[in-house]
């Protein structure tokens, strides 16, 4: 199949506990507390030390290995349906590591979660999960304590588990749960089936609460409930459940046909829950309900699917939605939530900025839910021979900014190249029957739909970054599509035939259509206009220097006015001026980045940028590296 790849987690489940030196756990605004840096996912860092003008004088500090001794590709675990050229006996991560007080915690892919001493690298505690569950593949959260009790790291598992682990000793926490584990497949969610259920992105952390997302299917239609919980961070008791999908009675139920709401799966945060902490307010980005590119079986408007959804945090108490994608059939989840501060007419608004994974991006009052910039419902396709679909008639656009990536293909976007690159994309339009697209094209099953950005997304869980002093938001994007026809399965409904593919070389990953294919994009809030945007990364295909690569992961700013990414398949850290879009510095890592770069104040007030570094995002795995930079 063109354009197919496969990404295998491995596991291998090791370690111990060791204690950590007294005031381990004391804080402060230069540490990396979360995975967004903060509870508003805003990825910004208020240190100075490295500057447009020094950063060339970066260089590697340490590194650490998160594979345990002993674990190699013969021994490592791997599924039986895993290529050969994924048995690399390495696994793949996307997390972003915390740093508190001088101690990094991290999750490994290797059924481990480390505690390391932030200026050297040297492991400090390890904690195994138990079986073969696996820590959530982006990284933990950090509860800082309470009275006598000490600060715990908390993170869900692959099983559906919820884990509290004490934060200076690495071993269970005493009086969460049962004996420190929470089962959070409950009956409640998992609607009577044995259904996969799990974490895949690290919980938020509102005063003493543990908000959780979830990990589910995305087919068959039944299966485990999305919704969002929150859980006492000090016994682990379930404090307040919101309803992914409104039940009878509750505010904005029935815009699903009939019962076609009941036992549904999918409308899940599966990436990360926003908090305005000094509002008590959570902001919940749900994806799209199953199955994601067939809606037949559930006409209507399928709230919350694709919406974002403010809650109190204190109750869970709906306050008011956004939905980005009514009756999504494309998959278009809403992986980016990013609390910002618009500044207009002399007045700063707080505002939230949210995209799918289109990179249409709205701008939003975060308090009241009101568009900053005009949104209209306009007309889009609906043609379609797939019996019993009904596409929504209309989307929600807004005035600003302009869709930060490509939306829709035509023959003419072919791109040119080599003779076997171009070869590969003229047989793929001819066996796929490709036909031209525009934005939010319905699938057909007498047809492939040339769908951009794919699955993959425009953007996905890497998300953006907030520059205050800019008012930038600078996101990276990709622009690849997916050539996806439906067929009707067994049971009458309809799913993609042959899968997911992707309108790609498989022999060098190169998208189709004419670059670029891979950029790095600031938006103005305060204007909504595009401030800049620039090619990302290194093609190692001659005809395609300046084309940019596919990239996943995010950026991250500081307050000298730099933007650090990884994120892209060159296996490079890059730093950018945040005002001008300039590239400033490069280095090679031992594989690719796939979480975010993160930096922080060591002991001894030494300002460090860390990565981890492995690959496997549509490559296989390769190095198990956490890498630190500092001044030379």
Not at 116 to 132: H, I, M, Q, V, Y
């Amino acid at each position: 199949m063109y354009g197919h790849y496969v990404r295998q987690i491995k596991c291998c489940v090791t370690g111990g506990a060791l204690l950590l030196a007294s005031g381990a756990t004391a804080g402060n605004r230069d540490d990396w507390r979360s995975y967004g840096h903060n509870e508003d996912l805003a990825r910004h860092s208020p240190l100075t030390e490295i500057t447009p003008a020094n950063v060339g004088k970066l260089a590697p500090l340490w590194s650490y290995h998160m594979r345990p001794a002993g674990t190699t590709g013969e021994t490592a675990a791997v599924h039986e349906g895993v290529p050969a050229r994924f048995r690399t006996g390495y696994a793949a991560s996307e997390a972003t590591p915390l740093v508190i007080g001088g101690v990094m915690y991290l999750a490994t892919p290797y059924g481990r979660v480390v505690a390391l001493d932030a200026a050297t690298g040297k492991e400090l505690w390890t904690f195994s999960l138990p079986g073969n569950d696996q820590p959530s593949t982006r990284g933990v959260a950090y509860w800082p304590g309470a009275g006598k009790i000490g600060p715990r790291i908390v993170f869900g598992g692959r099983t559906g588990k919820l884990y509290a682990v004490d934060a200076k000793t690495g071993l269970l926490a005493t009086g969460f749960g049962a004996g420190g584990t929470v089962d959070m497949k409950t009956p409640e969610v998992m609607n009577a089936t044995r259904a996969p259920y799990g974490m895949s992105s690290p919980p938020a952390i509102f005063r003493n609460l543990i908000i959780t997302g979830s990990r589910v299917q995305e087919m068959p239609t039944k299966g485990a409930s999305g919704d969002v919980r929150a859980w006492d961070a000090i016994t682990g008791k379930l404090v307040w459940t919101f309803h992914a999908i409104p039940r009878p009675g509750e505010k904005n139920f029935g815009t699903w046909e009939g019962e076609s709401w009941q036992g549904r799966s999918g409308v899940n945060v599966w990436t990360f829950v926003a908090v305005d902490e000094k509002r008590g307010i959570a902001y919940l980005p749900f994806g799209a309900p199953t199955f994601d590119r067939w809606g037949g079986d559930r006409k209507g408007e399928n709230l919350y699917g694709n919406a974002i959804v403010a809650v109190d945090a204190r109750t869970g108490r709906y306050l008011w939605h956004f939905q980005t994608v009514h009756h999504d059939i494309w998959d278009l989840d809403l992986p980016v939530t990013t609390l910002i501060d618009v500044k207009r007419n002399g007045r700063t608004i707080p505002a939230i900025a949210v995209m799918n994974k289109m990179t249409i991006m709205f701008m939003l009052d975060r308090v009241t839910g009101k568009p900053l910039y005009d949104v209209r419902e306009e007309p889009v396709p609906t043609q379609t021979d797939v019996p019993g679909e009904q596409p929504w008639p209309t989307q929600p656009m807004p005035a600003k900014p302009a869709p930060l990536a490509r939306l829709g293909y035509d023959a003419a976007d072919q791109a040119d190249g080599p003779a076997a690159y171009r070869a590969t994309c003229d047989r793929m339009i001819k066996d796929f029957n490709i036909v031209p697209s525009r934005m939010f094209q319905p699938l057909r099953a007498d047809s492939s739909v040339n769908s951009f950005p794919s699955s993959w997304g425009g953007a996905d869980w890497g998300g953006g970054a907030f520059d205050p002093a800019s008012g930038y938001y600078v996101i990276n994007i990709n622009n690849i599509a997916s050539p996806q026809q439906l067929e009707q399965q067994p049971d009458g409904s309809w799913g993609l035939k042959d899968g997911y593919r992707y309108f790609l070389d498989p022999a060098t990953g190169n998208p189709c259509q004419k670059p670029p294919w891979g950029e790095l994009v600031a938006v103005n809030v305060n204007t909504g206009d595009i401030a800049w945007r620039k090619v990302l990364g290194d093609n190692p295909e001659p005809a395609f220097a300046d084309a940019g690569v596919i990239s996943a992961g995010g950026p991250i700013t500081t307050a000298s006015g730099l933007t650090f990414i990884g994120a892209t398949r060159d296996s490079m850290l890059r730093a950018f001026d945040t005002k001008t879009g300039e590239m400033l510095w490069k280095a090679k890592l031992p594989a690719s980045n796939y979480g975010m770069p993160m930096t922080y104040r060591a002991r001894g007030g030494r300002q460090i940028v860390a990565v981890v570094a492995t690959g496997g995002f549509a490559e296989p795995a390769t190095s198990d590296q956490v890498v630190a930079f500092a001044l030379q």
